[in-house]
Structures are given as structure tokens and as C-alpha cells.
């Protein structure tokens, strides 16, 4: 049976393919950044109301989330649509390709979800890139009830196990005196000063870090005129580890650097979280394995470990989904190397032919993937 259905799907997912290519290059033309995507959330919203999906836009109070639902059988299966680009960099993760990979295995599954028993919802989910969107709708009562929440996201090569850093996004700012740099220098309290020393004391840290720690950020002010000592700087800044409770002792010794750059200068110090922490991902191993037997069955090869291990470090919000219900986030490959993920480069590769086979594979890998969890026996107890 199972075979005959994953038939059915990629047919779904064929005849569908240059719509959905047309809906990849639509998203990736006009890049809206986090908790802006009022197009792509509108676009990917018609795409499945138009396939007879019941479409609920302005999901849970957030303007740029939906909620897609079809069929309604008691296994439910969850696919995330995101679509938020970089600033400055558009597409460069490939946001576009996973938006309209999540519509077409949309489409597959909604064919087949009486015969499976299924209820197949695509949820459109903002602001993964920094804006934590997956935490704001989880913490609102979206995905708890899911018995599988998946999504494919782009990279150089095939990689099937997402093992992210948990991450915190912090806004750091100083506040300071401005006076005449040359005339009433005495006058002033640096803010850039208490910066660049905070800098320093992190470059410094790193040496103690461990190596599977990461603490990177940019300064977004640094003053407005050579003569004038900047009486504010900001900036953001990101430290990740490999887990919640790792990331939370790793934030100590952060925030004691930037605590410095005031001590030192006599600036004030605010730091505001930009979202809630994410966190590292819990992978179901059944459902995986699925997706990887399925994908090898496609013709997708998975890279050696040696290249795979970098971009599935990359953290997503979607790991704290995967703290509540069961999840999957392999990676599938757009074939750009040497170019990686946050490059213009890789915005480039996310259109075009092996982007386009790429979305198409993704669509029906998610499509096979869900029904092989919904037709699999169940274990006895």
C-alpha cells in the first residue's frame, strides 16, 4: 500500500512542479526579513487555499504566520514553511526553497489523507532567522498535539541529522556622555570605548572557550562624527553551545565581558534579548530513518561526515519544537559549493536547475517520509 501512495505523491508533487518552482522564484525575488513577509506569507497562503487546504493567515495573532489544515485523520503531520530572508543578503539559506518545498509535500499528503488518516498541516512560520518565530507560536499553543513536525532546509550538500547549537540573540547597547573629542575630551564617556573593550575581552575569552562554543556579533553604531565622543554604540551579538543548560553558563562569562567595557568606561550597559533562546534539536530516529532510506531511494547521495558536519551546526528554532513533539530537519544540497549558507553566492544557487530538483526531491522526501510514519505498525507496548 505504501508504495502505491508514495507513487501517488510524487505524481501530486510532478504535476505540481512549476507552480512551485514560480512559487520559489516569486519568494526569492522580493526577500522580506524577519516578521516581514507579508508577501511570501500571502503567496504560500493562496498556493494551498487554492488546493482546497483551510487556510487561517494571522496565525495565533502573529501577522506573518499561518496555519494550513487539510484532511482529518488522527495522526497529524506537520510541515513548516519558512520564508524570511537575511538583511542585505536576500535568500542566502535558502528560506525560499524550503517555503515551497513544505506546499508541495502540502499537496502530496492532502490527496492521500483519508486514505492514510491523516491531518496535514503546513504552518507558515517567520522570523527563524534571529526572530525565534517557531518559540513565539509554540509558547501561543501551536504544533503540541503533532505526532511529526518536519521541514528540508537548502545547503551546500545532502546532510540527513540536524544537530544545531542552541543559540541566545542579544541587542547590546551603551550609553555614554557625547563632548568635543578635541576641545572637552574629559567631558565625554566613551560609549565606543566601552565597546571595543568588551570586544577585546571576548577575543580574549575564546581562548578559554571550548571548541564547540561560539561567540560572534557586529557593532550597528559606533558614534556619528570623529569630533564627538559617541555617546551611544549598539550592536548584536550571539553565543551558542550544544545545549540550553551549556548556552546558559556560556552566557555568564559574555555578559561579564560586556559588563566590563561599562566598568572600565562608566557607560551604561542594557542588553535585550531579540528572542527567546534556541534550542538544540532532538531528532526522532524513526522517522529519519525514513527520510534517509527514502531519500537514497530518490538518488540523493549524503555527503561524506568530513563536509556534512558544518551546516547542520547551524542553530534553528525549530530545535525547540523538537524539545515537544516529535521532528526531523535534514538538509538537502543545492550543489553550491564551495559556497555555504549566508553568502550571496548561496542566494544565487537557491534559483535555478539544481535548486529547482532540490525543492521538487524535498517535497516528495517529505511526502514519503509521512507515509511511512502513518502506515508504520505500531509497537506493542
Known amino acids: 500500500m505504501s508504495e502505491t501512495l508514495k507513487v501517488a505523491a510524487e505524481a501530486t508533487v510532478s504535476a ?70 537575511l538583511p542585505a543578503l536576500g535568500h542566502a539559506c535558502g528560506h525560499n526553497l524550503i517555503a515551497a518545498s513544505a506546499v508541495g509535500a ?47 532546509h537548502p545547503a551546500p550538500v545532502d546532510v540527513a541529522e540536524a544537530r544545531p547549537f542552541a543559540v541566545a540573540h542579544s541587542h547590546i547597547a551603551y550609553d555614554g556622555v557625547s563632548a568635543h573629542a578635541a576641545a572637552y575630551p574629559d567631558e565625554g564617556v566613551n560609549a565606543n570605548d566601552a565597546f571595543v573593550i568588551a570586544q577585546v575581552a571576548i577575543g580574549m575569552l575564546r581562548q578559554q572557550l571550548p571548541a564547540d562554543t561560539r561567540v560572534h556579533g557586529i557593532q550597528t553604531i559606533g558614534g556619528h562624527a570623529p569630533n564627538a565622543i559617541p555617546e551611544r554604540t549598539e550592536g ?70 568530513a563536509v556534512a558536519g558544518r551546516m547542520n551546526r547551524a542553530s534553528t528554532d525549530m530545535g525547540n519544537v523538537s524539545q515537544r513533539v516529535p521532528a526531523i530537519h535534514p538538509y538537502i544540497g543545492v550543489g553550491s559549493l564551495p559556497y555555504s549558507n549566508h553568502q550571496k553566492e548561496f542566494a544565487a544557487a537557491c534559483v535555478g536547475p539544481a535548486a529547482e530538483q532540490a525543492l521538487l526531491d524535498a517535497a516528495v522526501l517529505m511526502a514519503w517520509t509521512a507515509i511511512d510514519v502513518a502506515t508504520a505498525p505500531e509497537e506493542e507496548e
Not at 63 to 81: F, H, K, N, Q, R
Open 236 to 305: 548584536r551579538w550571539y553565543w551558542r553551545a550544544n545545549s540550553l543548560d551549556e548556552l546558559a553558563r556560556l552566557e555568564e562569562r559574555v555578559l561579564r565581558c560586556f559588563e566590563a567595557g561599562a566598568l572600565a568606561t562608566g557607560a551604561t550597559l542594557t542588553v535585550e534579548p531579540e528572542s527567546k533562546p534556541y534550542a538544540e534539536f532532538r531528532t526522532d530516529k524513526g522517522a529519519l530513518a525514513a527520510y534517509q532510506a527514502n531519500a537514497v531511494a530518490r538518488g540523493r547521495v549524503f555527503a561524506d561526515p
Open 106 to 152: 502540502g499537496l502530496a499528503l492532502a490527496r492521500l489523507a483519508d486514505d492514510l488518516g491523516i491531518t496535514v498541516r503546513v504552518y507558515g512560520t517567520p522570523a527563524e532567522e534571529g526572530g525565534g518565530g517557531k518559540i513565539e507560536l509554540l509558547e501561543a499553543g501551536a504544533f503540541a498535539d503533532l505526532d511529526l513536525a518536519m521541514m528540508v
Open 16 to 85: 505540481a512542479s512549476r507552480p512551485l518552482i514560480a512559487l520559489s522564484e516569486t519568494v526569492h525575488a522580493h526577500p522580506e526579513t524577519a516578521w516581514q513577509e507579508r508577501r511570501a506569507a500571502g503567496w504560500v497562503g493562496d498556493a494551498l487555499a487554492d488546493a482546497g487546504f483551510r487556510v487561517t493567515p494571522a496565525y495565533l495573532g502573529f501577522e506573518t504566520a499561518l496555519l494550513a489544515e487539510a484532511g482529518s485523520g488522527p495522526v497529524t503531520i506537520g510541515i513548516m514553511a519558512e520564508y524570511d530572508a
